[in-house]
């Protein structure tokens, strides 16, 4: 896909046409771009071919919308990590109280140490 004949290249000084940019010299602006969906229109499959400079919002628009889900991903693994880790605290804690209560009962019990300076 080329780009339009009569559209003038601004790196250019608007002296060349884009077309004339790319077919002739080579232009390393002009790139297809493939996305699942447009980040600010919601279109489907993007399948299209634009300057660089051109798809610059699009680009900056879908790594915006791929850090929200980044950062929501992370969030609700932290969630789910400390909710585990509470559980798991409390099950400790749990064992460790019944290991007390069973020294207690078996007339082992140990004497908490005392805080130098009480």
Request: hydrophobic share 35%; proline share 3%.
């Amino acid at each position: 896909m080329l780009p339009d004949k009569t559209t003038k290249c601004h790196r250019t000084g608007f002296e060349k046409t884009c077309f004339e940019c790319v077919t002739q010299h080579g232009c390393r602006l002009w790139k297809h771009l493939v996305m699942e969906f447009d980040p600010k229109s919601g279109k489907p499959n993007i399948d299209i071919y634009d300057c660089m400079d051109s798809l610059f919002e699009t680009y900056q628009a879908d790594i915006i919308r791929r850090q929200v889900q980044t950062t929501a991903s992370v969030d609700e693994f932290r969630k789910e990590a400390h909710a585990a880790n509470d559980q798991h605290m409390a099950g400790a804690i749990a064992r460790i109280n019944r290991d007390i209560r069973e020294m207690g009962v078996l007339g082992n019990a140990i004497e908490p140490q005392k805080l130098i300076g009480n």
